[in-house]
């Protein structure tokens, strides 16, 4: 007798369930004030609003899909559930970093029908290629989320890991050569650190 058919509607439903462990993530970065360190959930949600806010502010908004951008948004941390965050300026963290997420991409997309894992899995390599408009904003945005998230913070990340405003720029060149928007915006991010001392 074959096998029955996987339930889609379960398949579904455990894959939501799973990825609700998406919010225990933590990031090294700290919440405005410093009470406790954001997590992945957070950082998305937070992207996904920058993302909304700034599209209107490009020099051509015509020339993203602000709704494809927005998919990609919500699906590229969804690896680190398995592969955990990876601090962007710990460089003996960075090495082996695609390997694991790989992995964590071929078991978290997996859960899902072949289709709807198959569309997911294609919209997290898209914005890991940055080959498109929509991955290129949404990668400008990640970076910027992130600088920012370290600026309202007071730096205190930053001071912690000994991230000077030089090693910054590994995460501020990149939006800041896509658009102006992005490039004004960092300029008054940066003006903040200064003022408030961000670097130590």
């Known amino acids: ?41 957070e950082h998305c949600w937070h992207m996904a ?26 699906v590229h941390d969804l690896v680190e559930i398995e592969a955990g965050d990876t601090y962007a300026y710990d460089d003996a963290a960075l090495d082996g970093q695609a390997e694991r997420e790989q992995r964590a991409a071929d078991h978290i997309f997996g859960l899902l029908p072949p289709d709807i894992g198959g569309r997911l899995r294609a919209l997290w390599e898209e914005f890991e ?22 600026v309202i913070s007071g730096g205190r990340a930053w001071r912690e890991n000994g991230v000077g405003r030089e090693d910054t ?10 658009d102006p928007a992005f490039d004004r915006i960092i300029d008054r991010l940066y003006a903040r650190t200064d003022r408030e001392g961000s670097f130590g």
């Open 49 to 74: 609003l920058v993302a909304m806010v700034l599209h209107g502010e490009l020099d051509d908004p015509a020339s993203v899909d602000l709704g494809r951008a927005l998919q990609m948004i919500l």
């Open 1 to 41: 007798m074959p096998a029955a058919a996987p339930d889609r509607l379960q398949q579904v439903l455990e894959f939501l369930e799973f990825a609700d462990r998406f919010k225990f993530v933590e990031r090294r970065g700290y919440l405005t004030g410093g009470a406790r360190r954001e997590n992945d959930a």
């Open 169 to 178: 720029r590994r995460r501020t060149d990149f939006p800041r050569s896509l």
């Open 129 to 150: 290629a940055r080959e498109t408009a929509e991955a290129r904003f949404a990668k400008a945005c990640d970076n910027l989320q992130g600088f920012m998230q370290n």
